[in-house]
Each structure stands twice: as C-alpha cells, then as structure tokens.
C-alpha cells in the first residue's frame, strides 16, 4: 500500500467556518507534510511532523492548525480563512525527514479548498 | 533561502518532438527529485539524482545531475501527449532537511 488518503476531495467554507482536512497513510512513515497549492505553481511547504511532533512551521498563519494525532494521522484545522486562502492542499509522507538520497515524498491527491 | 529555478515556465510542442527542462539553483543539493504531477493528483517521484554528474534513464527520459550538484536537467525524447504535466524538480540539503520544490516547468504536448 502506497497510497496517501486525503478527504474530502472538494470543500467549500465560508470565512466564518471551522472545518478540518484529513490524510492518512500506513506505510509506516514518520514524517509527514502539508503543502499548499495554488493554481500553476509549484506546491509550498506549510509544515512538517516527525516522529509525530511539528518540526518545521514555514511561518504559517495561526487559522492555518496543523494537528498529528498518531503516526498514520495528520489533520489540518481551518477557521476564518480568506478567500486567498482557497487552493488544492496536498498531504504528504515519507519514511523518515530528510535522507531524499534513497527516499521519496508520496502525495496524496489534495483537498481542492474554496474560500467564499 | 533555497531556491530553485527551472526554465522554461511554461513549453507547447508537438508529439514526436525532444524537450529539456533545466533546475538551477546557487546552492549544493546533496540530491535531486524529479517529480510529474499530472492535473487533479499529487506529485509523483520520476527519478532522484545523488552523484555530481550522474546520469539517469528512464525509458524517453534522461536526466542528468550537474557536477557541482547545483542543477539538474531532464531531456525528454519524441514526447507524446500522455508526457504533459507539471515537472518539479525537488532538492534536500542534508539528512533531516526539508525537501524544497522549483518553480515548475507545464509541459504540454499536442498530439
């Protein structure tokens, strides 16, 4: 199983909305990632947990909340986006942080977020 | 502030012609990934580089590790249509470092 499971798919919220995006792996990876994506760009590290713990916060703002739960688990918790907030969210995972020599970044398909 | 510079942005050719995509950056990169992401997915891993002046190859494509490893190129033969995406290149510093992408390359190729 390769796979990174991102749910939901599409989400539309408004700017007064909480809402939480999901991804789950079970590859046994500790290192997971969140990265932002708008429309023809590359994707844009927001963060990284290791071993479970938030180890890299690329200066994110505070209603962007990133939560890892356990290892397989890594949510992210929305509350009073803007609507340039609104781009495809992706999650990510790899064995361990770091050692790309003979590791790779698996990515699942992404949230696609609007904000109205 | 790692950056890497890939060029060109944005490529239209048709079928059965040859491309090549270059990733610059001023830093040393102790590897390089290149990465495909096709519209509605996630990246996926084509290739990664480790040694200066390695060269990889992957069916059409070939990809090639600059010396100093501060850059990389991938050359793409008699492109086919189902080779349009985006093409990321990707680059890790050290063990527990993050993993940094370029600035894209949009390939698109017309049948």
């Known amino acids: 199983d390769t796979e990174v499971t991102q749910t939901p798919k599409h989400l539309v919220m408004g700017m007064t909305n909480k809402k939480s995006l999901k991804c789950e792996q079970h590859m046994g990876h500790r290192a997971m990632y969140w990265y932002k994506q708008k429309a023809k760009k590359p994707p844009e590290l927001m963060f990284v947990y290791s071993y479970e713990k938030l180890s890299i916060n690329e200066s994110v703002p505070s209603r962007f909340s990133p939560e890892c739960p356990n290892s397989s688990l890594l949510n992210l918790h929305l509350h009073a986006l803007q609507p340039e907030d609104s781009a495809l969210y992706l999650c990510?995972?790899?064995?361990?942080?770091?050692?790309?020599?003979?590791?790779?970044?698996?990515f699942g398909q992404g949230t696609r977020l609007t904000v109205v | 502030t790692q950056l890497l510079e890939q060029s060109p942005q944005f490529l239209s050719i048709q079928e059965g012609e040859n491309l090549t995509v270059y990733c610059n950056s001023s830093s040393v990169f102790s590897s390089l990934q290149w990465y495909r992401q096709e519209p509605g997915e996630g990246p996926v891993l084509l290739v990664t580089v480790v040694t200066g002046g390695e060269v990889k190859k992957l069916k059409r494509l070939t990809f090639q590790f600059g010396d100093a490893r501060k850059d990389s190129s991938l050359h793409i033969t008699a492109a086919q249509p189902g080779d349009t995406g985006l093409y990321l290149c990707?680059?890790?510093?050290?063990?527990?470092?993050?993993?940094?992408f370029g600035t894209g390359t949009r390939l698109a190729v017309r049948p």
């Open positions: 990510a995972s790899s064995q361990v942080l770091g050692r790309w020599d003979d590791t790779e970044a698996f």
């Open positions: 990707a680059g890790g510093k050290s063990s527990g470092d993050k993993l940094t």
